[in-house]
């Protein structure tokens, strides 16, 4: 059973399906590796307890020899980051004053994979406010990187990703503000989706006891997994029905792409930043086995403001931790402007998530028509083309470190919050799909991925691009060498 751990979830499900090979044994397998390498990668916060989770794939194997199946997920062992309320265990929400808190109920997306048969084993790491691109807290330490434990996994979702890449879960569930997802399935070699901005739940991530729900702008959930395939599985269940208030109920499957060519703009960098030479390298020859496949590609980025994109980003974060606050707007204003500017080195940031924070319901507006405009710049960039390529970030990931110490890439210094944050915060503004997929490895031994944006509401025409350019021009997703 060591191998089917790294198999894919839809692999894993034909065997428990097919009754192959019990959900029970599936579960034990996970566990065991768990057990096994947890002290030493520390994705895992919490795991519930191991006889409960026996019993209930006991349960699971029963309905299937009776002709019952609950849904796709019927059977499959999965982990959900520590954003996301899932009854009984705890959800830290990031925040040191809810390090033991439990929750009551599931989030809205738990429910979903739970209805469609999924066994939620555990949560997993995120960072301290869960504002960082590594992840570790004083309460759950800190979580390794399964290639190098020298080197951080990534964040906000990095114990998400490194569960994944150490054959911890097939499946996971992670949010991206400000590439949350999106950097960690870079840094640990892993799939990941940004999906359209209102396509899936926000209930129950993020909720603290006794607040009103936050995360309504920019941050966004969405699955995790090795293999793209396993992306497309996991949006068809959470994104069916029913249908709730704040979520538009566009149809999953309301785009697809035929196989044509394609239309392709990239971006060998962003605010002119450096990209690490070897992952550059990495970068130029995918998009060489692309052009080779027939596809056309530029080097062309769409026409918007990224300084204002990137305060906007900042603005709606800070409004967002207002309304989650124990303490008044005034002394939160003030905390968070500091936190950042300390921590993170970045006075743009910290300037804009103190205005968040303060905002008045006139500059709510007029920031929100500004984030729309952006959203029609990026609208219009995609009727020109049917994909965007960018880097995930400056670098490949790095050796654990002081968050807010600038990094040296090729040769020249480059900024914290710019290496990782200039890459992801004013994307995360136009609302559209982004897919992260692995592309190598970089010099270093680590994993390396690259960012495929795709038009809004086009979801799964993005994610069948990706799948077929993982599976044709990349060695996909490789076991880490523990």
């Given amino acids: ?60 194997d029963l309905m299937l020899k009776n002709g019952e199946l609950m849904g796709p997920l019927h059977g499959l062992p999965m982990t959900v980051k520590d954003a996301f309320n899932v009854k009984g265990l705890i959800s830290s929400l990031g925040i040191p004053s809810l390090r033991k808190n439990v929750a009551k109920e599931d989030a809205v997306l738990v429910q979903k994979l739970r209805n469609s048969g ?157 990209v690490q030479d070897d992952y550059q390298d990495l970068i130029s020859n995918f998009l060489t086995k692309i052009k080779s496949a027939g596809h056309s590609i530029k080097e062309d980025q769409p026409d918007y403001d990224a300084d204002l994109a990137y305060r906007i980003n900042g603005r709606f974060m800070g409004f967002e931790v207002s309304s989650g606050s124990p303490m008044p707007p005034f002394i939160t204003s003030i905390f968070m402007f500091l936190f950042l500017l300390i921590k993170y080195r970045d006075i743009h940031w910290a300037r804009s998530t103190y205005r968040g924070i303060r905002m008045s319901p006139n500059m709510h507006l007029k920031t929100t028509e500004a984030k729309e405009k952006i959203g029609d710049q990026f609208i219009d960039f995609f009727n020109n083309y049917d994909l965007w390529i960018t880097p995930v970030a400056s670098i490949t990931a790095f050796k654990h470190q002081k968050a807010g110490k600038p990094f040296l890439v090729n040769g020249k210094k480059v900024a914290y919050a710019d290496a990782l944050g200039r890459f992801n915060f004013d994307t995360s503004i136009g609302g559209h799909p982004v897919v992260v997929i692995p592309i190598g490895i970089a010099k270093n031994g680590l994993p390396a991925g690259i960012s495929l944006h795709g038009r809004k509401w086009e979801d799964k025409k993005l994610l069948e691009i990706a799948k077929e350019f993982q599976e044709q021009f990349t060695n996909g997703f490789i076991i880490p060498e523990m």
């Fill in 1 to 60: 059973m060591e191998s089917i751990i790294f198999k894919s979830a839809i692999e894993i499900l034909s065997l428990i399906h097919s009754g192959k090979v019990s959900s029970k044994e599936v579960l034990q397998a996970f566990l065991e590796q768990i057990e096994k390498y947890q002290p030493k990668i520390n994705a895992i916060t919490d795991l519930k307890d191991r006889e409960v989770l026996l019993l209930e794939a006991e349960q699971k």
């Fill in 118 to 274: 999924a066994i939620i084993i555990g949560k997993t790491n995120l960072p301290l406010f869960s504002i960082d691109w590594q992840t570790t807290n004083t309460w759950f330490g800190q979580t390794n990187n399964p290639y190098n434990t020298e080197y951080v996994a990534g964040g906000s979702s990095g114990g998400s990703a490194a569960a994944l890449a150490m054959g911890f879960t097939p499946l996971e569930l992670g949010s991206d503000a400000g590439g949350s997802i999106r950097v960690p399935a870079h840094f640990c070699g892993v799939c990941g989706i940004r999906p359209t901005e209102q396509t899936l739940s926000n209930r129950g991530q993020f909720l603290a006891p006794g607040k009103p729900q936050g995360q309504r702008q920019i941050t966004v959930a969405g699955p995790m997994a090795r293999t793209v395939d396993d992306l497309l599985l996991a949006m068809s269940v959470l994104t069916h029905q029913p249908e709730i208030s704040e979520i538009y109920p566009v149809d999953f499957n309301r785009s697809s792409w035929d196989k044509s060519p394609l239309k392709i703009a990239y971006s060998r960098t962003m605010y002119g930043l450096e």
